[in-house]
């Protein structure tokens, strides 16, 4: 059974800085694709970043400079580091592993920027 468990989620101040952590189990974690995702109050869930097997990566237009994902294989792990932080960056960030047709998500992880 696949279970992905994030972390590390909170309440920052604008300008400030979190590091999310999605540990996945029940899976070959190398083989899939790593995504971050958010979603505000009353939005969609969108994508933020997303990392393959090999580590390429790609993220949203409004997150490229300021957030940076990761994964370490070995700890079956995947990393979001969200730098400088603005108020519309509040949401539920929820962790997801792709793969041809299957797709698994966590519970999510809530990230509230204000002062």
């Known amino acids: 059974q696949v279970r992905l468990v994030e972390s590390g989620g909170g309440l920052v101040q604008p300008g400030g800085s979190l590091r999310l952590s999605c540990t996945a189990s029940g899976m070959t974690f190398s083989l899939y694709t790593m995504g971050w995702y958010r979603q505000a109050p009353g939005k969609q869930r969108d994508l933020v970043a997303a990392?393959?097997?090999?580590?390429?990566?790609n993220y949203a237009d409004s997150m490229k400079g300021r957030f940076t994902i990761s994964r370490d294989n070995a700890k079956k792990t995947v990393y979001l580091q969200m730098n400088s932080l603005k108020p519309e960056d509040t949401g539920v960030y929820y962790c997801?592993?792709?793969?041809?047709?299957?797709?698994?998500w966590g519970q999510g992880t809530q990230v509230t920027v204000s002062s």
């Open positions: 990392i393959s097997g090999d580590s390429s990566t």
């Open positions: 997801n592993a792709g793969r041809s047709s299957s797709t698994f």
